[in-house]
């Protein structure tokens, strides 16, 4: 028991906290009331992201599924707004739903990202929820911009050639709101 806590905080120390939960145990008798710092799998999480990752986890128990993760492979810090305050892209390809059927954050139209950007100290404002094949953030005269490749379902341009994907890109329109840059579609070439 002393060791298995100490790998914890040792882990935990390290960033390298990976959180496994199964919904099915029960608490040993003896065991502790509350869990420690280093056994808190959200501890290691900003709090702007752990509603979307109960969320996750509520969907793959829902699929029969056990949710793992690691906090380092869940989210990103970056600074969208240029505020000097920290900003968090959370990837959905870090959350794993073991032994369940599909995993319900992902399909067709890739995996769900989330970007939360600060509206001032301690606050973030969810900017963008959604699917996309891929996802980058990228600067573009001194100005970041998140760029996505996604499935036609979202594309809004005319498509006379039926592509099926599209890059998009979107600015910091402030007050909470991404504002859509520019939007291609993929054709290929």
């Not at 979307?52 to 949710?67: D, F, I």
């Not at 959905?92 to 139209?109: A, E, F, K, V």
């Not at 600067?139 to 039926?162: D, I, M, Q």
Request: proline share 6%; hydrophobic share 40%; charged share 25%.
């Amino acid at each position: 028991m002393n060791t298995l806590v100490l790998t914890a905080c040792a882990a935990a120390a390290l960033g390298l906290l990976v959180w496994s939960v199964n919904a099915a145990e029960e608490p040993q008798a003896g065991a502790a009331a509350a869990p420690s710092q280093a056994e808190d799998p959200y501890a290691a999480l900003p709090k702007a992201l752990v509603p979307v990752v109960q969320e996750m986890e509520a969907q793959c128990r829902a699929a029969e599924g056990t949710p793992a993760w690691a906090a380092k492979d869940l989210f990103t810090v970056v600074d969208f707004s240029r505020d000097g305050q920290p900003d968090y892209l959370l990837d959905s390809h870090g959350m794993r739903c073991n032994d369940g059927g599909d995993i319900p954050w992902m399909g067709s139209d890739g995996f769900r990202h989330v970007l939360f950007v600060s509206t001032g100290f301690g606050r973030w404002t969810r900017a963008f929820d959604r699917r996309a094949r891929d996802i980058d953030i990228l600067v573009e005269g001194g100005e970041p911009r998140l760029w996505l490749f996604s499935h036609g379902a979202y594309c809004t341009k005319p498509n006379p050639k039926r592509y099926q994907r599209c890059e998009q890109v979107y600015a910091w329109g402030g007050k909470g709101k991404l504002r859509k840059v520019s939007e291609d579609w993929f054709t290929g070439e």
